[in-house]
């Protein structure tokens, strides 16, 4: 069974990103589709998959990552806007049977991701 997941590490303080609004969208004729939105925990993740199963399909998704107003809350002297706010990350799923983990790695300027296990 497939599924997609998430987490944020925040290499600014060492430590994973708590308390991060994600939202998930599918993109579909070039138009978003918001599927959920969720909030990590404690260790930067979601409680439960963001998809799995059936509502996992091959395709084009979109992550969007409430980075600005967590660097913010953390007391980080930012920029007005924000160099960075929310970052958005597009990726494909090919094969809906596999687990896709897309993780962000984040500063306050600047971000990475890759495909986990």
């Not at 199963?53 to 809350?73: P, Q, V």
């Not at 924000?82 to 983990?101: E, K, P």
Request: hydrophobic share 35%; proline share 4%; charged share 20%.
């Amino acid at each position: 069974m497939g599924r997609l997941t998430t987490h944020v590490l925040d290499t600014a303080h060492g430590k994973p990103g708590q308390g991060i609004q994600v939202r998930l969208y599918r993109i579909k004729d070039q138009q978003r589709q918001l599927l959920c939105e969720r909030l990590t925990n404690a260790d930067g993740r979601c409680d439960q998959p963001l998809l799995e199963g059936d509502a996992l399909i091959s395709g084009t998704y979109e992550l969007d990552f409430d980075i600005g107003r967590y660097f913010a809350a953390m007391g980080v002297q930012l920029t007005e806007p924000a160099f960075l706010g929310i970052v958005t990350l597009r990726f494909g799923v090919a094969d809906a049977s596999q687990h896709y983990h897309v993780p962000l790695v984040t500063t306050p300027w600047s971000y990475s991701t890759y495909r986990g296990s």
